[in-house]
């Protein structure tokens, strides 16, 4: 019997490494197909959706806010792994009559890298965890290097319609905005605060609208745009700024192309 820590410094015993592993989180699904672990999920939700192919290879246990537990029990799962924001308490509580629960719990990209250290320990891949961490240890170097020389530009960034909300603070979304040298006018405000677009008082240089969780396309700019005159809006890839875990390989590279585009006028 061995034990661990999740990241919210809960312990949890295992009696062998997992072999059978429900992930009830999909930036976390991904990252566990790109460490090698592909295999070894049995269930997943209907939001796993990268690697684009799982969705009709694994079972699919519901979403991350409700889940069918007869379904993650008749899997027989070695362990379950969650994320306090994605995941409710309650859930929580359920899952853990089922398997051992390890949570995540990521503000920042070092605690991304915490959270691939913890994998690498729990499913004896620490060699694998160690080759992804550098990876993204270099591209966020590298990508220090390049945004250096840029100004600072303020930004809005929405992440839902009707009600309008935005990324506040304490989230891993705003981490990845100051990291882009993006002064979020919306920081005072904590988590995820609806806004009144129709009274705004902040005019940002940017209005950033996100394809996920709420699906934002070209169509919506022009809406958002009477709001905000002054401002330049761009319909920006939610999954490169919230999935953290393996997709920081790819999101300081989209940063770069982002970059460009954000200081072109």
């Known amino acids: 019997m061995t034990s661990f820590r999740d990241q919210l410094h809960r312990t949890f015993q295992l009696h062998e490494v997992p072999q059978r592993i429900v992930s009830l989180v999909p930036s976390q699904t991904e990252l566990l197909c790109d460490l090698g672990l592909e295999e070894n999920i049995v269930g997943i939700t209907k939001f796993c959706v990268h690697p684009n192919h799982l969705l009709s290879t694994k079972k699919i246990v519901g979403?991350?806010?409700?889940v069918h537990y007869d379904k993650i029990k008749a899997l027989q799962p070695d362990i379950i792994l969650c994320n306090k924001e994605e995941n409710a308490k309650d859930m929580i509580l359920e899952l853990e009559k089922i398997a051992p629960v390890h949570i995540s719990d990521i503000y920042t990209i070092e605690d991304s890298l915490e959270l691939v250290s913890m994998y690498g320990e729990i499913f004896n891949i620490s060699e694998q965890a160690n080759?992804?961490?550098?990876?993204i240890k270099k591209?966020?170097?590298e990508f220090e290097d390049f945004i250096?020389?840029?100004?600072i530009k303020t930004v809005a960034y929405f992440i839902w319609k009707s009600p309008w909300m935005v990324a506040g603070n304490n989230n891993f979304i705003n981490h990845?905005?100051?990291q882009n040298k993006l002064d979020n006018v919306f920081a005072n405000e904590n988590r995820y605060p609806e806004v009144d677009i129709q009274n705004s008082t902040v005019t940002p240089d940017l209005i950033f609208l996100s394809s996920e969780p709420f699906p934002f396309k070209k169509e919506h700019k022009k809406e958002v745009q009477a709001y905000y005159p002054n401002s330049k809006i761009i319909v920006v890839d939610g999954e490169m700024f919230s999935w953290y875990g393996s997709r920081l390989l790819k999101a300081f590279d989209y940063f770069k192309k982002l970059s460009e585009i954000c200081h072109c006028y």
């Open 63 to 66: 979403g991350t806010k409700q």
């Open 139 to 141: 591209s966020k170097s």
């Open 131 to 135: 080759t992804l961490i550098e990876g």
């Open 176 to 178: 990845l905005l100051f």
């Open 148 to 151: 250096s020389i840029k100004p």
